[in-house]
């Protein structure tokens, strides 16, 4: 009889699943709470650990080795795209869903250029977190509906003449100051939130006016106010 029963808990054992671990790197402490309670709770999910900020995500993910990264674009100091493209050089494999407030039609070509695996918006219902990491885990790319029919067009079209076009000309630190220009952010701000000096950012914000072809600063703040890339529009 005992023999059995200790049988049977090997035999249980030995088929039990294990649980995907699952990193979070976002500055909003109370977002990473609410995802690490809503993936603890799967089955098939656990998150190991989480972070704030790029560097000690790096350090992190190299003593936890999870089995996919959740991260967020806006980090303080080096953002989630920075992030990606050092995580790159060396976990190649690594899955990495971007989980962003900031508009997919214009971020999320950009994140699946740096190889993220998929790219899904904060306004989206929380259960589409779980799809978007368990379709990445299985191989795939996660986009909303809306963005891989925007991307398709765009491939059968040759590309478009709308906003997300013309700002695909900035690179991503570039799209990354014009943002925070549109959210209201001075240049000593924006030096204190990239970690940059204002001549660098000042540098930039002079690229921006170029390849927009602005004339001025103050119509580079009038053009980043109305485009209102931080968060979804329509």
Known sequence: MHSTSIAQTRSQGATRVRRKTVFVVDDHPLLRQGLALMINREQDLVVCGEAEEAQAAMKAIAAKRPDILIADISLNGPDGLDLL???????????????SMHDESIYA?????????GYIMKQEATEKVLVAVRRILSGDIYLSDRMANKL?????????ADMSSRLSALSDRELEVFRLIGEGCGTRQIAENLHLSMKTVETYQAHIKDKLSLRSGRELVQHAIQTKISEKTS
């Open 109 to 117: 070509e950009r994140a699946l250029r740096a190889r993220a695996n």
């Open 85 to 99: 493209k050092n995580l790159r050089t060396l976990y190649p494999d690594l899955p990495v869903l971007i989980l």
């Open 152 to 160: 398709l067009h765009q491939y059968i079209s040759g590309g478009s």
